[in-house]
Protein backbone atom coordinates (compact mmCIF):
# COMPACT_ATOMS: atom_id res chain seq x y z
CA UNK A 1 0.00 0.00 0.00
CA UNK A 2 1.27 3.23 -0.69
CA UNK A 3 1.55 5.77 1.96
CA UNK A 4 2.68 9.48 2.73
CA UNK A 5 4.83 10.67 6.16
CA UNK A 6 3.51 14.13 7.29
CA UNK A 7 5.97 15.50 9.80
CA UNK A 8 4.54 18.18 12.58
CA UNK A 9 3.95 21.66 11.23
CA UNK A 10 4.62 24.56 12.26
CA UNK A 11 2.48 26.52 10.53
CA UNK A 12 0.15 27.81 7.92
CA UNK A 13 0.09 30.60 5.30
CA UNK A 14 -0.75 31.88 1.70
CA UNK A 15 -3.30 31.24 -0.40
CA UNK A 16 -4.69 28.28 -2.38
CA UNK A 17 -6.58 28.46 -5.57
CA UNK A 18 -9.40 25.71 -5.43
CA UNK A 19 -10.42 23.23 -7.84
CA UNK A 20 -14.25 23.48 -9.11
CA UNK A 21 -16.65 21.63 -7.45
CA UNK A 22 -17.40 17.87 -7.61
CA UNK A 23 -21.30 18.74 -6.78
CA UNK A 24 -21.49 21.70 -9.12
CA UNK A 25 -19.06 19.59 -11.97
CA UNK A 26 -20.56 16.96 -12.53
CA UNK A 27 -24.59 18.23 -12.24
CA UNK A 28 -23.27 20.62 -14.84
CA UNK A 29 -22.31 18.22 -17.02
CA UNK A 30 -25.28 16.22 -17.09
CA UNK A 31 -27.62 19.13 -18.05
CA UNK A 32 -25.26 20.11 -20.66
CA UNK A 33 -25.79 16.86 -21.84
CA UNK A 34 -29.66 17.14 -21.54
CA UNK A 35 -30.03 20.41 -23.06
CA UNK A 36 -30.21 21.76 -26.28
CA UNK A 37 -27.46 23.35 -27.68
CA UNK A 38 -23.48 23.26 -27.18
CA UNK A 39 -22.63 24.53 -23.90
CA UNK A 40 -19.05 25.56 -22.78
CA UNK A 41 -17.86 23.87 -18.68
CA UNK A 42 -15.08 25.94 -17.59
CA UNK A 43 -12.85 25.43 -15.08
CA UNK A 44 -14.31 21.92 -14.22
CA UNK A 45 -12.71 19.51 -11.80
CA UNK A 46 -10.72 17.64 -12.85
CA UNK A 47 -11.18 14.43 -10.74
CA UNK A 48 -11.98 10.66 -10.64
CA UNK A 49 -16.14 11.32 -10.22
CA UNK A 50 -15.90 13.60 -13.60
CA UNK A 51 -14.12 11.33 -15.33
CA UNK A 52 -16.58 8.69 -14.85
CA UNK A 53 -19.06 10.84 -15.75
CA UNK A 54 -17.32 12.52 -19.14
CA UNK A 55 -16.66 8.66 -19.99
CA UNK A 56 -20.11 8.01 -19.31
CA UNK A 57 -21.50 10.88 -21.92
CA UNK A 58 -19.29 9.72 -24.73
CA UNK A 59 -20.09 6.00 -24.18
CA UNK A 60 -23.58 7.63 -24.68
CA UNK A 61 -23.09 9.19 -27.75
CA UNK A 62 -23.15 12.74 -26.45
CA UNK A 63 -20.29 15.06 -27.92
CA UNK A 64 -17.60 15.87 -25.81
CA UNK A 65 -14.46 18.15 -26.45
CA UNK A 66 -11.71 19.09 -24.46
CA UNK A 67 -10.47 22.41 -24.96
CA UNK A 68 -7.41 22.54 -23.03
CA UNK A 69 -7.05 23.35 -19.46
CA UNK A 70 -10.11 22.68 -17.12
CA UNK A 71 -12.36 23.47 -19.79
CA UNK A 72 -14.80 21.36 -21.72
CA UNK A 73 -17.56 21.39 -24.91
CA UNK A 74 -20.47 19.55 -24.47
CA UNK A 75 -22.80 19.00 -27.46
CA UNK A 76 -26.44 18.08 -26.03
CA UNK A 77 -29.04 15.80 -27.22
CA UNK A 78 -32.34 17.56 -26.08
CA UNK A 79 -33.33 15.10 -23.69
CA UNK A 80 -32.54 11.69 -25.88
CA UNK A 81 -28.95 10.26 -25.48
CA UNK A 82 -28.19 8.40 -29.23
CA UNK A 83 -27.17 5.28 -27.48
CA UNK A 84 -29.89 3.46 -26.59
CA UNK A 85 -28.08 0.29 -25.07
CA UNK A 86 -24.80 0.54 -23.10
CA UNK A 87 -23.11 -0.73 -20.06
CA UNK A 88 -21.36 1.90 -17.49
CA UNK A 89 -19.12 1.75 -15.16
CA UNK A 90 -18.95 4.66 -12.99
CA UNK A 91 -16.67 3.63 -9.92
CA UNK A 92 -17.15 5.10 -6.42
CA UNK A 93 -18.69 8.32 -7.94
CA UNK A 94 -22.02 9.06 -6.19
CA UNK A 95 -22.67 12.65 -7.93
CA UNK A 96 -22.88 10.58 -11.32
CA UNK A 97 -23.93 7.14 -10.27
CA UNK A 98 -27.39 8.10 -9.21
CA UNK A 99 -28.45 11.53 -11.18
CA UNK A 100 -27.37 9.91 -14.17
CA UNK A 101 -29.46 6.32 -12.56
CA UNK A 102 -32.38 8.84 -12.85
CA UNK A 103 -32.21 10.18 -16.32
CA UNK A 104 -31.54 7.30 -18.07
CA UNK A 105 -34.70 5.32 -15.60
CA UNK A 106 -36.49 7.86 -18.25
CA UNK A 107 -34.37 8.58 -21.09
CA UNK A 108 -36.06 5.40 -23.01
CA UNK A 109 -33.10 2.91 -23.78
CA UNK A 110 -31.64 -0.33 -21.73
CA UNK A 111 -28.60 0.25 -19.72
CA UNK A 112 -26.76 -1.64 -16.86
CA UNK A 113 -25.11 0.37 -14.46
CA UNK A 114 -22.04 -0.59 -12.56
CA UNK A 115 -19.74 0.22 -10.22
CA UNK A 116 -16.92 -0.67 -7.46
CA UNK A 117 -17.83 -3.02 -4.60
CA UNK A 118 -18.30 -0.16 -2.31
CA UNK A 119 -20.52 1.62 -4.73
CA UNK A 120 -22.60 -1.35 -4.63
CA UNK A 121 -23.18 -1.05 -0.60
CA UNK A 122 -24.57 2.18 -1.34
CA UNK A 123 -28.23 2.11 -1.07
CA UNK A 124 -30.05 3.68 -3.72
CA UNK A 125 -33.67 2.12 -3.05
CA UNK A 126 -35.87 5.11 -2.54
CA UNK A 127 -34.34 6.47 -5.63
CA UNK A 128 -35.39 3.83 -7.26
CA UNK A 129 -38.99 3.58 -5.43
CA UNK A 130 -39.41 7.14 -6.53
CA UNK A 131 -38.70 6.56 -10.44
CA UNK A 132 -40.98 3.41 -10.44
CA UNK A 133 -43.61 5.26 -9.31
CA UNK A 134 -43.06 7.70 -12.80
CA UNK A 135 -43.90 4.08 -14.69
CA UNK A 136 -39.12 3.42 -14.57
CA UNK A 137 -38.68 -0.50 -15.18
CA UNK A 138 -35.99 -0.91 -12.90
CA UNK A 139 -34.17 -4.49 -12.08
CA UNK A 140 -31.68 -5.24 -9.24
CA UNK A 141 -28.95 -6.75 -10.50
CA UNK A 142 -27.86 -7.82 -7.20
CA UNK A 143 -29.08 -7.09 -3.75
CA UNK A 144 -32.80 -5.57 -3.87
CA UNK A 145 -31.78 -1.56 -3.04
CA UNK A 146 -28.31 -1.45 -4.27
CA UNK A 147 -26.59 -1.51 -7.32
CA UNK A 148 -25.89 -3.31 -9.93
CA UNK A 149 -28.90 -1.91 -12.03
CA UNK A 150 -30.56 -2.22 -15.14
CA UNK A 151 -32.94 0.28 -16.24
CA UNK A 152 -35.39 -0.33 -19.73
CA UNK A 153 -37.45 2.04 -21.26
CA UNK A 154 -39.96 3.49 -19.12
CA UNK A 155 -43.79 4.16 -19.29
CA UNK A 156 -44.54 7.71 -18.27
CA UNK A 157 -47.56 7.99 -16.10
CA UNK A 158 -48.57 11.73 -16.72
CA UNK A 159 -49.36 14.06 -13.97
CA UNK A 160 -48.10 11.99 -10.88
CA UNK A 161 -46.37 12.60 -8.04
CA UNK A 162 -43.61 10.91 -6.67
CA UNK A 163 -42.66 10.24 -2.73
CA UNK A 164 -39.14 9.89 -1.50
CA UNK A 165 -37.09 9.70 1.27
CA UNK A 166 -34.88 12.63 2.58
CA UNK A 167 -33.53 11.25 4.95
CA UNK A 168 -30.72 8.67 3.65
CA UNK A 169 -29.04 11.22 0.77
CA UNK A 170 -30.19 14.55 -0.76
CA UNK A 171 -28.66 13.03 -4.02
CA UNK A 172 -32.05 10.94 -4.73
CA UNK A 173 -34.17 13.98 -4.37
CA UNK A 174 -31.71 15.97 -6.73
CA UNK A 175 -31.38 12.84 -9.33
CA UNK A 176 -35.25 12.50 -9.87
CA UNK A 177 -35.25 16.62 -9.87
CA UNK A 178 -32.93 16.67 -12.87
CA UNK A 179 -34.37 14.22 -14.75
CA UNK A 180 -38.11 15.31 -14.68
CA UNK A 181 -38.00 17.19 -17.37
CA UNK A 182 -37.46 14.58 -19.37
CA UNK A 183 -41.20 13.02 -18.72
CA UNK A 184 -42.56 16.68 -20.51
CA UNK A 185 -45.34 16.17 -17.68
CA UNK A 186 -46.11 18.29 -15.03
CA UNK A 187 -44.92 16.40 -11.80
CA UNK A 188 -44.84 16.80 -7.89
CA UNK A 189 -42.18 15.39 -5.65
CA UNK A 190 -42.89 15.06 -1.60
CA UNK A 191 -40.02 14.82 0.32
CA UNK A 192 -40.81 11.80 3.07
CA UNK A 193 -39.20 13.20 6.47
CA UNK A 194 -36.94 15.94 7.13
CA UNK A 195 -34.98 16.81 4.18
CA UNK A 196 -31.32 16.22 5.21
CA UNK A 197 -28.35 18.26 2.95
CA UNK A 198 -30.75 20.98 1.64
CA UNK A 199 -27.50 22.96 0.59
CA UNK A 200 -27.09 20.85 -2.15
CA UNK A 201 -30.72 20.89 -2.96
CA UNK A 202 -30.33 24.26 -3.72
CA UNK A 203 -26.65 23.75 -5.84
CA UNK A 204 -29.38 21.46 -7.80
CA UNK A 205 -31.98 24.02 -8.79
CA UNK A 206 -29.75 27.19 -9.13
CA UNK A 207 -28.12 24.88 -11.79
CA UNK A 208 -31.52 23.72 -13.36
CA UNK A 209 -32.60 27.50 -13.53
CA UNK A 210 -29.15 28.07 -15.19
CA UNK A 211 -30.30 25.66 -17.91
CA UNK A 212 -33.66 27.39 -18.18
CA UNK A 213 -35.75 25.24 -16.06
CA UNK A 214 -37.48 26.61 -12.87
CA UNK A 215 -38.73 24.59 -10.08
CA UNK A 216 -41.29 25.44 -7.79
CA UNK A 217 -41.21 24.67 -4.19
CA UNK A 218 -43.13 24.63 -0.90
CA UNK A 219 -40.46 24.84 1.87
CA UNK A 220 -38.58 21.41 1.58
CA UNK A 221 -41.65 19.31 1.58
CA UNK A 222 -42.87 19.66 -1.99
CA UNK A 223 -41.34 20.29 -5.51
CA UNK A 224 -42.98 21.13 -8.53
CA UNK A 225 -41.89 20.82 -12.02
CA UNK A 226 -43.84 22.24 -14.96
CA UNK A 227 -44.45 20.71 -17.89
CA UNK A 228 -43.20 21.22 -20.71
CA UNK A 229 -39.41 21.75 -19.59
CA UNK A 230 -37.15 21.73 -21.56
CA UNK A 231 -33.11 22.54 -20.91
CA UNK A 232 -31.23 24.58 -22.99
CA UNK A 233 -27.54 25.77 -22.87
CA UNK A 234 -27.06 28.84 -21.41
CA UNK A 235 -23.63 29.01 -23.46
CA UNK A 236 -20.81 29.44 -21.26
CA UNK A 237 -20.84 28.23 -17.48
CA UNK A 238 -18.63 28.66 -15.11
CA UNK A 239 -17.49 25.82 -12.30
CA UNK A 240 -17.11 27.11 -9.06
CA UNK A 241 -14.21 26.24 -6.76
CA UNK A 242 -14.97 23.46 -4.20
CA UNK A 243 -16.59 25.02 -1.08
CA UNK A 244 -15.62 21.37 1.03
CA UNK A 245 -12.11 21.54 -0.17
CA UNK A 246 -12.24 25.22 0.79
CA UNK A 247 -12.97 23.42 4.09
CA UNK A 248 -9.28 22.23 4.85
CA UNK A 249 -8.05 24.96 4.01
CA UNK A 250 -9.62 26.94 6.44
CA UNK A 251 -9.25 24.82 9.44
CA UNK A 252 -5.37 24.79 8.42
CA UNK A 253 -5.26 28.76 8.63
CA UNK A 254 -7.50 28.44 11.90
CA UNK A 255 -5.10 26.04 13.22
CA UNK A 256 -2.21 27.05 12.47
CA UNK A 257 -2.55 30.16 11.04
CA UNK A 258 -1.10 32.26 14.25
CA UNK A 259 0.97 35.18 14.47
CA UNK A 260 3.63 32.01 13.38
CA UNK A 261 1.95 32.67 10.47
CA UNK A 262 -1.26 33.15 8.62
CA UNK A 263 -3.73 33.68 7.40
CA UNK A 264 -4.21 31.36 4.91
CA UNK A 265 -6.41 32.54 2.15
CA UNK A 266 -8.68 30.11 -0.03
CA UNK A 267 -10.17 31.69 -3.82
CA UNK A 268 -12.15 30.52 -6.06
CA UNK A 269 -15.35 30.29 -3.71
CA UNK A 270 -16.90 32.84 -1.35
CA UNK A 271 -20.05 34.92 0.05
CA UNK A 272 -21.33 34.51 -3.45
CA UNK A 273 -21.35 30.94 -3.55
CA UNK A 274 -24.36 28.99 -4.59
CA UNK A 275 -23.16 25.72 -2.48
CA UNK A 276 -23.81 25.60 1.49
CA UNK A 277 -20.67 24.18 2.42
CA UNK A 278 -19.09 28.00 2.50
CA UNK A 279 -21.41 28.14 5.89
CA UNK A 280 -18.42 26.16 7.18
CA UNK A 281 -16.44 29.27 7.59
CA UNK A 282 -19.35 30.34 10.03
CA UNK A 283 -18.97 27.36 12.23
CA UNK A 284 -15.33 27.84 12.27
CA UNK A 285 -16.34 31.32 13.70
CA UNK A 286 -18.50 29.52 15.85
CA UNK A 287 -14.67 27.77 17.19
CA UNK A 288 -12.94 30.87 17.69
CA UNK A 289 -11.09 31.08 14.48
CA UNK A 290 -10.86 34.93 12.82
CA UNK A 291 -12.61 34.43 9.65
CA UNK A 292 -12.39 37.39 6.83
CA UNK A 293 -14.80 37.26 3.21
CA UNK A 294 -15.34 38.13 -0.03
CA UNK A 295 -17.60 37.30 -2.98
CA UNK A 296 -14.94 35.08 -4.19
CA UNK A 297 -12.31 34.37 -1.17
CA UNK A 298 -12.14 33.20 2.12
CA UNK A 299 -9.44 33.40 4.77
CA UNK A 300 -9.02 32.47 8.32
CA UNK A 301 -6.69 33.09 11.19
CA UNK A 302 -6.36 31.10 14.41
CA UNK A 303 -7.33 32.83 17.56
CA UNK A 304 -4.96 34.22 20.23
CA UNK A 305 -6.07 32.48 23.23
CA UNK A 306 -7.01 28.74 20.80
CA UNK A 307 -9.87 27.06 19.53
CA UNK A 308 -12.73 26.70 21.64
CA UNK A 309 -15.29 22.76 21.42
CA UNK A 310 -18.90 23.49 19.82
CA UNK A 311 -22.46 21.34 20.11
CA UNK A 312 -23.64 21.91 16.42
CA UNK A 313 -25.87 21.05 14.13
CA UNK A 314 -24.14 20.13 10.96
CA UNK A 315 -27.13 19.29 8.62
CA UNK A 316 -26.53 22.26 6.35
CA UNK A 317 -22.67 21.23 5.99
CA UNK A 318 -22.58 17.81 5.71
CA UNK A 319 -19.16 17.43 4.15
CA UNK A 320 -17.53 19.70 5.48
CA UNK A 321 -18.62 18.91 8.61
CA UNK A 322 -16.03 15.93 8.71
CA UNK A 323 -13.29 18.72 8.74
CA UNK A 324 -14.81 19.67 11.90
CA UNK A 325 -13.87 16.56 13.51
CA UNK A 326 -10.39 16.45 13.32
CA UNK A 327 -10.24 20.57 14.43
CA UNK A 328 -12.10 19.47 17.43
CA UNK A 329 -8.50 17.80 18.01
CA UNK A 330 -7.14 21.25 18.86
CA UNK A 331 -10.24 22.65 20.84
CA UNK A 332 -10.80 23.20 24.18
CA UNK A 333 -13.35 20.79 25.54
CA UNK A 334 -15.65 18.49 24.05
CA UNK A 335 -16.98 18.74 20.18
CA UNK A 336 -20.15 17.30 19.34
CA UNK A 337 -21.40 17.26 15.82
CA UNK A 338 -25.01 15.82 15.07
CA UNK A 339 -27.62 15.28 11.76
CA UNK A 340 -24.75 13.57 9.98
CA UNK A 341 -26.77 10.76 9.35
CA UNK A 342 -25.76 10.82 5.68
CA UNK A 343 -21.92 10.43 6.70
CA UNK A 344 -23.57 6.68 6.77
CA UNK A 345 -24.09 6.26 3.27
CA UNK A 346 -21.05 7.79 1.85
CA UNK A 347 -17.54 6.65 0.36
CA UNK A 348 -17.58 4.59 3.16
CA UNK A 349 -19.09 4.91 6.55
CA UNK A 350 -17.66 7.76 7.73
CA UNK A 351 -18.77 8.17 11.18
CA UNK A 352 -17.35 4.82 12.09
CA UNK A 353 -14.22 5.29 10.23
CA UNK A 354 -13.89 8.75 11.95
CA UNK A 355 -14.29 7.38 15.25
CA UNK A 356 -11.45 4.99 14.37
CA UNK A 357 -9.12 6.94 13.40
CA UNK A 358 -9.28 9.86 15.88
CA UNK A 359 -9.11 6.95 18.46
CA UNK A 360 -5.82 6.18 16.61
CA UNK A 361 -4.51 9.68 17.43
CA UNK A 362 -5.59 9.78 21.37
CA UNK A 363 -8.82 11.38 21.03
CA UNK A 364 -12.02 10.03 23.63
CA UNK A 365 -14.97 9.49 20.62
CA UNK A 366 -18.34 8.44 21.18
CA UNK A 367 -20.48 7.57 18.19
CA UNK A 368 -24.42 7.64 17.36
CA UNK A 369 -26.46 7.00 14.34
CA UNK A 370 -26.31 10.75 13.77
CA UNK A 371 -23.78 12.19 16.04
CA UNK A 372 -20.54 12.24 16.33
CA UNK A 373 -18.82 13.46 19.92
CA UNK A 374 -15.09 14.23 19.97
CA UNK A 375 -13.05 15.28 23.33
CA UNK A 376 -9.16 16.03 22.58
CA UNK A 377 -6.33 14.36 24.38
CA UNK A 378 -2.49 13.46 24.07
CA UNK A 379 -2.41 13.09 20.31
CA UNK A 380 0.29 10.44 19.08
CA UNK A 381 1.57 9.57 16.13
CA UNK A 382 -0.53 6.90 14.10
CA UNK A 383 -1.23 5.47 10.50
CA UNK A 384 -4.76 6.95 9.52
CA UNK A 385 -6.39 4.46 7.23
CA UNK A 386 -8.60 6.29 4.35
CA UNK A 387 -10.97 3.60 2.79
CA UNK A 388 -10.82 4.80 -0.41
CA UNK A 389 -12.17 8.00 1.00
CA UNK A 390 -10.42 11.65 -0.52
CA UNK A 391 -12.61 13.53 2.38
CA UNK A 392 -10.93 10.96 5.17
CA UNK A 393 -7.47 11.61 4.03
CA UNK A 394 -7.77 15.44 3.32
CA UNK A 395 -9.29 16.18 6.95
CA UNK A 396 -6.79 14.15 8.88
CA UNK A 397 -3.72 15.67 7.18
CA UNK A 398 -4.88 18.67 9.90
CA UNK A 399 -3.36 16.60 13.07
CA UNK A 400 -0.14 16.99 11.72
CA UNK A 401 -0.15 20.15 13.33
CA UNK A 402 -0.31 17.96 16.78
CA UNK A 403 1.79 15.22 15.41
CA UNK A 404 3.99 13.31 13.11
CA UNK A 405 1.44 10.80 11.01
CA UNK A 406 1.03 7.98 7.92
CA UNK A 407 -1.75 8.78 5.78
CA UNK A 408 -2.16 5.24 3.63
CA UNK A 409 -3.24 5.48 -0.13
CA UNK A 410 -3.10 8.98 -0.25
CA UNK A 411 -4.10 8.85 -3.90
CA UNK A 412 -7.65 8.78 -3.27
CA UNK A 413 -7.90 12.45 -3.07
CA UNK A 414 -7.78 11.72 -6.75
CA UNK A 415 -11.47 11.66 -6.34
CA UNK A 416 -12.36 15.53 -5.80
CA UNK A 417 -8.70 17.55 -5.34
CA UNK A 418 -5.79 14.95 -7.48
CA UNK A 419 -3.12 18.17 -6.49
CA UNK A 420 -4.49 18.24 -2.58
CA UNK A 421 -1.31 17.16 -1.20
CA UNK A 422 0.85 19.50 -3.14
CA UNK A 423 -0.80 22.40 -2.18
CA UNK A 424 -0.81 21.65 1.48
CA UNK A 425 2.67 21.42 1.19
CA UNK A 426 2.55 25.00 -0.48
CA UNK A 427 1.16 26.53 2.33
CA UNK A 428 2.54 24.54 5.88
CA UNK A 429 6.16 24.76 7.44
CA UNK A 430 7.16 21.87 9.00
CA UNK A 431 9.55 21.23 11.61
CA UNK A 432 12.88 21.36 10.16
CA UNK A 433 15.27 18.64 10.08
CA UNK A 434 19.26 18.32 10.12
CA UNK A 435 19.95 15.07 8.37
CA UNK A 436 23.90 14.14 9.36
CA UNK A 437 24.74 11.00 7.56
CA UNK A 438 28.24 9.31 7.30
CA UNK A 439 29.96 5.53 8.34
CA UNK A 440 31.03 4.11 11.28
CA UNK A 441 32.31 5.78 13.86
CA UNK A 442 32.96 8.76 11.45
CA UNK A 443 31.90 11.27 15.09
CA UNK A 444 28.52 12.14 13.24
CA UNK A 445 26.74 10.79 16.67
CA UNK A 446 28.70 13.33 19.12
CA UNK A 447 28.10 16.39 16.47
CA UNK A 448 24.29 15.39 15.91
CA UNK A 449 23.79 15.37 19.82
CA UNK A 450 25.76 18.70 20.29
CA UNK A 451 23.91 20.70 17.75
CA UNK A 452 20.27 19.33 18.70
CA UNK A 453 21.46 20.34 22.47
CA UNK A 454 22.53 24.47 21.27
CA UNK A 455 19.32 24.53 18.69
CA UNK A 456 17.03 22.97 21.25
CA UNK A 457 15.71 20.25 19.36
CA UNK A 458 15.36 16.57 19.50
CA UNK A 459 17.74 13.95 18.74
CA UNK A 460 17.23 10.79 16.69
CA UNK A 461 19.91 8.38 16.96
CA UNK A 462 18.89 6.06 13.79
CA UNK A 463 21.62 3.58 14.37
CA UNK A 464 20.56 2.87 18.19
CA UNK A 465 17.49 1.64 17.19
CA UNK A 466 19.16 -0.69 14.91
CA UNK A 467 21.11 -1.65 17.79
CA UNK A 468 18.18 -2.15 20.05
CA UNK A 469 16.68 -4.04 17.32
CA UNK A 470 19.81 -6.38 17.39
CA UNK A 471 20.34 -6.70 20.97
CA UNK A 472 16.38 -7.16 20.74
CA UNK A 473 16.36 -10.38 18.42
CA UNK A 474 19.61 -11.72 20.44
CA UNK A 475 17.52 -11.49 24.21
CA UNK A 476 14.24 -13.03 22.30
CA UNK A 477 16.36 -15.98 20.33
CA UNK A 478 15.44 -14.58 16.95
CA UNK A 479 18.80 -14.99 14.35
CA UNK A 480 19.89 -12.02 13.07
CA UNK A 481 19.46 -12.88 9.13
CA UNK A 482 15.32 -14.03 9.91
CA UNK A 483 14.19 -10.83 7.84
CA UNK A 484 10.32 -11.70 9.58
CA UNK A 485 11.34 -12.39 12.71
CA UNK A 486 13.44 -9.67 13.35
CA UNK A 487 10.69 -7.18 11.52
CA UNK A 488 8.41 -8.29 13.60
CA UNK A 489 10.51 -7.40 16.81
CA UNK A 490 10.46 -3.96 15.73
CA UNK A 491 6.73 -3.55 16.23
CA UNK A 492 6.50 -4.22 20.07
CA UNK A 493 10.24 -2.22 20.31
CA UNK A 494 9.33 -0.76 23.44
CA UNK A 495 12.26 2.34 22.99
CA UNK A 496 12.35 5.27 25.26
CA UNK A 497 15.57 8.37 24.55
CA UNK A 498 15.91 10.31 27.67
CA UNK A 499 18.43 12.25 26.62
CA UNK A 500 21.56 10.43 26.58
CA UNK A 501 20.27 7.33 28.11
CA UNK A 502 18.50 4.87 26.18
CA UNK A 503 15.90 2.52 27.86
CA UNK A 504 14.88 -1.31 25.99
CA UNK A 505 11.48 -2.29 27.78
CA UNK A 506 12.35 0.48 30.97
CA UNK A 507 16.18 -0.85 31.07
CA UNK A 508 19.35 1.38 30.70
CA UNK A 509 20.97 -0.26 27.76
CA UNK A 510 23.58 2.49 26.72
CA UNK A 511 26.91 0.41 27.00
CA UNK A 512 25.26 -2.84 25.86
CA UNK A 513 24.11 -1.73 22.70
CA UNK A 514 27.80 -0.31 22.20
CA UNK A 515 29.77 -3.41 22.30
CA UNK A 516 31.18 -5.06 18.96
CA UNK A 517 28.90 -8.23 18.91
CA UNK A 518 26.29 -5.78 18.67
CA UNK A 519 27.43 -3.40 16.45
CA UNK A 520 28.20 -6.31 14.19
CA UNK A 521 24.90 -7.55 14.79
CA UNK A 522 22.80 -3.72 14.04
CA UNK A 523 25.04 -3.72 10.84
CA UNK A 524 23.29 -6.93 9.76
CA UNK A 525 19.73 -6.12 10.13
CA UNK A 526 19.83 -2.87 8.66
CA UNK A 527 20.53 -4.62 5.46
CA UNK A 528 17.21 -6.31 5.36
CA UNK A 529 14.19 -4.37 3.51
CA UNK A 530 11.61 -5.49 5.77
CA UNK A 531 13.84 -4.06 9.04
CA UNK A 532 14.36 -1.13 7.63
CA UNK A 533 10.35 -0.72 6.14
CA UNK A 534 9.37 -1.41 9.74
CA UNK A 535 11.72 1.09 11.52
CA UNK A 536 10.89 4.06 8.64
CA UNK A 537 7.86 5.92 10.27
CA UNK A 538 9.12 5.02 13.81
CA UNK A 539 11.81 7.51 13.15
CA UNK A 540 10.04 10.01 10.88
CA UNK A 541 7.53 10.01 14.13
CA UNK A 542 10.71 11.77 15.48
CA UNK A 543 10.51 14.72 13.55
CA UNK A 544 8.49 17.32 16.25
CA UNK A 545 9.00 20.84 16.91
CA UNK A 546 10.91 22.85 17.04
CA UNK A 547 12.89 20.55 15.33
CA UNK A 548 15.33 17.38 14.91
CA UNK A 549 18.60 16.41 14.51
CA UNK A 550 18.88 13.10 13.01
CA UNK A 551 21.77 10.82 12.09
CA UNK A 552 22.51 7.76 10.49
CA UNK A 553 23.14 5.70 7.15
CA UNK A 554 20.29 6.89 5.39
CA UNK A 555 18.68 10.15 6.87
CA UNK A 556 18.75 12.43 4.19
CA UNK A 557 18.90 10.09 0.75
CA UNK A 558 15.68 7.83 2.80
CA UNK A 559 14.10 8.82 5.78
CA UNK A 560 13.90 12.45 5.64
CA UNK A 561 14.41 13.33 1.90
CA UNK A 562 13.35 17.05 2.28
CA UNK A 563 15.84 18.17 5.33
CA UNK A 564 16.27 21.46 5.32
CA UNK A 565 20.03 20.77 5.78
CA UNK A 566 21.61 17.51 4.99
CA UNK A 567 25.60 16.94 5.43
CA UNK A 568 27.32 13.47 5.01
CA UNK A 569 29.71 13.49 8.11
CA UNK A 570 33.12 11.06 7.62
CA UNK A 571 36.66 10.98 8.39
CA UNK A 572 39.86 8.57 7.20
CA UNK A 573 39.35 5.12 7.94
CA UNK A 574 42.33 4.78 10.21
CA UNK A 575 41.20 7.57 12.29
CA UNK A 576 37.72 6.23 12.66
CA UNK A 577 39.41 3.06 13.74
CA UNK A 578 41.33 5.43 16.59
CA UNK A 579 38.19 7.34 17.55
CA UNK A 580 36.23 3.41 18.21
CA UNK A 581 39.38 2.23 19.73
CA UNK A 582 39.57 5.09 22.56
CA UNK A 583 35.86 5.20 23.13
CA UNK A 584 35.82 1.00 23.72
CA UNK A 585 38.73 1.38 26.19
CA UNK A 586 37.40 4.07 27.71
CA UNK A 587 34.33 2.01 28.39
CA UNK A 588 36.40 -0.63 29.28
CA UNK A 589 35.67 -2.96 26.78
CA UNK A 590 39.03 -4.78 25.49
CA UNK A 591 39.77 -3.57 22.09
CA UNK A 592 42.53 -4.40 19.41
CA UNK A 593 43.53 -1.44 16.92
CA UNK A 594 44.25 -3.37 13.81
CA UNK A 595 40.91 -6.11 13.90
CA UNK A 596 39.03 -2.31 14.36
CA UNK A 597 39.90 -0.81 11.32
CA UNK A 598 39.53 -4.21 9.68
CA UNK A 599 35.94 -4.37 10.37
CA UNK A 600 35.16 -1.06 9.73
CA UNK A 601 37.04 -1.27 6.36
CA UNK A 602 34.10 -3.97 5.68
CA UNK A 603 31.05 -2.42 7.23
CA UNK A 604 32.16 0.37 5.43
CA UNK A 605 31.83 -1.67 2.14
CA UNK A 606 28.89 -3.97 3.80
CA UNK A 607 26.49 -0.52 4.07
CA UNK A 608 27.61 0.97 0.75
CA UNK A 609 26.83 -1.96 -1.28
CA UNK A 610 23.76 -3.38 0.36
CA UNK A 611 20.11 -3.04 -1.91
CA UNK A 612 18.21 -1.29 0.32
CA UNK A 613 19.48 2.72 1.26
CA UNK A 614 23.21 2.09 0.78
CA UNK A 615 25.25 4.59 2.29
CA UNK A 616 26.01 7.41 0.07
CA UNK A 617 26.49 11.11 0.40
CA UNK A 618 23.60 12.36 -1.68
CA UNK A 619 23.72 14.95 -4.45
CA UNK A 620 22.22 18.28 -1.94
CA UNK A 621 24.47 17.16 0.94
CA UNK A 622 27.27 18.95 2.65
CA UNK A 623 30.68 17.04 2.74
CA UNK A 624 32.43 17.86 5.87
CA UNK A 625 35.35 15.90 6.81
CA UNK A 626 36.31 15.75 10.51
CA UNK A 627 39.82 13.57 10.32
CA UNK A 628 41.34 16.75 11.11
CA UNK A 629 38.69 18.82 12.65
CA UNK A 630 37.98 18.53 16.49
CA UNK A 631 34.20 18.35 17.94
CA UNK A 632 33.78 22.14 18.50
CA UNK A 633 34.60 22.78 14.92
CA UNK A 634 32.30 20.12 13.19
CA UNK A 635 29.60 21.35 15.38
CA UNK A 636 29.96 24.81 14.48
CA UNK A 637 30.11 24.20 10.81
CA UNK A 638 26.78 22.32 10.84
CA UNK A 639 25.61 25.38 12.85
CA UNK A 640 26.80 28.16 10.23
CA UNK A 641 24.94 26.25 7.05
CA UNK A 642 21.59 25.52 9.10
CA UNK A 643 21.76 29.47 9.52
CA UNK A 644 22.48 30.13 6.39
CA UNK A 645 19.59 28.40 4.88
CA UNK A 646 17.44 29.63 7.14
CA UNK A 647 18.20 33.33 5.60
Request: charged share 20%.
Amino acid sequence: MEFLDLPQLASAAGSVRLPGSKSISNRVLLLAALADGETEVRDLLASDDTERMLEALQALGVGVTALGGENWRIKGCGGSFPVKQAELFLGNAGTAFRPLTAALALAGGDYVLKGVARMHERPIGDLIDGLRQLGADVTYLGNDGYPPLQLKPATIRPGGTVSVRGDVSSQFLTGLLMALPLTGVETTVDVVGELISKPYIEITLAIMARFGVTVKREGWQRFVVPAGSVYRSPGTIYVEGDASSASYFLALGAIGGTTRGGPLRVEGVGRDSIQGDVKFAEALAQMGAVIEMGPNWMEARAPEGGLVAVDLDCNHIPDAAMTLATAALFAKGTTTLRNIASWRVKETDRIAAMATELRKLGALVEEGEDFIRVTPSTVKPAAIDTYDDHRIAMCFSLAAFATPLRINDPKCVGKTFPEYFQRFAEVTRAAPVIAIDGPSASGKGTVAARVAETLGFAYLDSGALYRLTALAARRAGVAWDDEGGVAALTATLDVEFQGEEIRLAGVPVGDAIRSEEISAGASRVAALPAVREALLFRQRAFNRLPGLVGDGRDMGSVIFPRAALKVFLTASAEERAMRRYKQLIGKGFSANLPDLLADLKQRDERDAQRSVAPLRQEADAQLLDTTQLTIEQAVDQVLAWFSAGRQ
